[in-house]
């Protein structure tokens, strides 16, 4: 009778210790599968911060299940942890907005440019694309806008295609329009609108990325100094100093620091506006400099974003 009873008691521990394995495998398994997209330090850290909840749940009596029920349903819990690494649900999704929403802003404004200020054929003729063609000829410089401005109207699902294709109608455009180089940066933003969300779907992007960031931000200074130095324009003091505050705002950004992106993007746009009132010899680089910091700087200060919502514990 003793014999059964002890083996009856081994059988219920061994069922029991089973039991209790499935609940919290199956929590991890969960829980594993909803947070594919972090990083594997990532997630593995997290899986071991779960599995220490059990095992000290099960040192203070409490069942698997009510470990399980203190964490919260895996949806829940793997939310919670994503706001706290600063994956707020549907945060890249809003990068890729926001950019793609930049890219039509500026092609709205290039086109603007190109029909009614930039001068047809060469700075001595005076007549502008719309004087000579009439407002067919705007309605086709707002053709890469429109383009732009089109993924944001899909599902969130199909976005990320729709993307893509604009990317790359908006290249082929920039090639085949007449004055295509002045809609070169609104490709650059829906290239980046395509390429930020997936750099960031990790949080703040690596180190490598942002020094990237930070030496593209510098080159075109660079270039313009390298210019002025073999005698093809003159280095202006002014210069010198839209240099200096590049390169600063250039090491920031690859520091980490957001403020210095939005700085950047707000230089850009200075740069498209003085282009356009000021359109010279050296327009389209400086055009094509105010392009580059826009996507820079605005993918950078997205890239760093957190939630102001504190999360969940």
């Given at each position: 009778?003793?014999?059964?009873?002890?083996?009856?008691?081994?059988?219920?521990?061994?069922?029991?210790?089973?039991?209790?394995?499935?609940?919290?495998?199956?929590?991890?398994?969960?829980?594993?599968?909803?947070?594919?997209?972090?990083?594997?330090?990532?997630?593995?850290?997290?899986?071991?911060?779960?599995?220490?909840?059990?095992?000290?749940?099960?040192?203070?009596?409490?069942?698997?299940?009510?470990?399980?029920?203190?964490?919260?349903?895996?949806?829940?819990?793997?939310?919670?942890?994503?706001?706290?690494?600063?994956?707020?649900?549907?945060?890249?999704?809003?990068?890729?907005?926001?950019?793609?929403?930049?890219?039509?802003?500026?092609?709205?404004?290039?086109?603007?440019?190109?029909?009614?200020?930039?001068?047809?054929?060469?700075?001595?003729?005076?007549?502008?694309?719309?004087?000579?063609?009439?407002?067919?000829?705007?309605?086709?410089?707002?053709?890469?806008?429109?383009?732009?401005?089109?993924?944001?109207?899909?599902?969130?699902?199909?976005?990320?295609?729709?993307?893509?294709?604009?990317?790359?109608?908006?290249?082929?455009?920039?090639?085949?329009?007449?004055?295509?180089?002045?809609?070169?940066?609104?490709?650059?933003?829906?290239?980046?609108?395509?390429?930020?969300?997936?750099?960031?779907?990790?949080?703040?992007?690596?180190?490598?990325?942002?020094?990237?960031?930070?030496?593209?931000?510098?080159?075109?200074?660079?270039?313009?100094?390298?210019?002025?130095?073999?005698?093809?324009?003159?280095?202006?003091?002014?210069?010198?100093?839209?240099?200096?505050?590049?390169?600063?705002?250039?090491?920031?950004?690859?520091?980490?620091?957001?403020?210095?992106?939005?700085?950047?993007?707000?230089?850009?746009?200075?740069?498209?506006?003085?282009?356009?009132?000021?359109?010279?010899?050296?327009t389209s680089g400086v055009w094509w400099a105010g392009g580059l910091f826009i996507t820079l700087g605005a993918s950078q200060a997205l890239m760093h974003a957190r939630s102001r919502i504190?999360?969940?514990?």
């Amino acid at each position: 009778m003793t014999e059964n009873t002890t083996t009856a008691e081994s059988t219920t521990t061994t069922e029991r210790t089973a039991m209790n394995g499935n609940t919290e495998g199956a929590y991890l398994r969960d829980v594993g599968k909803r947070l594919r997209s972090l990083t594997p330090e990532q997630r593995d850290a997290v899986l071991d911060d779960v599995r220490a909840h059990f095992a000290e749940a099960e040192d203070a009596g409490r069942t698997p299940e009510q470990a399980a029920e203190s964490l919260g349903d895996p949806a829940q819990f793997t939310e919670r942890v994503r706001a706290e690494l600063g994956h707020e649900p549907g945060g890249t999704d809003r990068m890729r907005r926001i950019l793609l929403w930049l890219a039509t802003a500026v092609g709205v404004f290039a086109a603007m440019f190109v029909s009614f200020w930039w001068p047809e054929g060469s700075l001595q003729v005076p007549n502008t694309q719309f004087q000579a063609h009439g407002f067919g000829i705007v309605l086709l410089n707002l053709a890469p806008a429109v383009v732009a401005a089109l993924p944001n109207f899909a599902t969130a699902r199909a976005r990320t295609v729709f993307t893509a294709a604009a990317a790359i109608m908006l290249s082929v455009m920039s090639f085949m329009f007449s004055d295509g180089w002045a809609f070169a940066p609104t490709a650059w933003l829906a290239w980046a609108a395509l390429v930020v969300p997936v750099i960031a779907r990790n949080g703040p992007p690596a180190t490598g990325w942002r020094i990237a960031g930070g030496a593209l931000a510098v080159l075109p200074m660079v270039l313009g100094i390298g210019g002025a130095l073999v005698g093809s324009w003159g280095l202006e003091l002014g210069y010198v100093l839209y240099t200096v505050v590049v390169a600063a705002l250039g090491v920031l950004m690859a520091l980490g620091k957001p403020w210095a992106g939005v700085v950047l993007a707000l230089v850009g746009v200075a740069a498209l506006v003085s282009s356009a009132l000021y359109p010279g010899m050296l327009t389209s680089g400086v055009w094509w400099a105010g392009g580059l910091f826009i996507t820079l700087g605005a993918s950078q200060a997205l890239m760093h974003a957190r939630s102001r919502i504190p999360a969940r514990r």
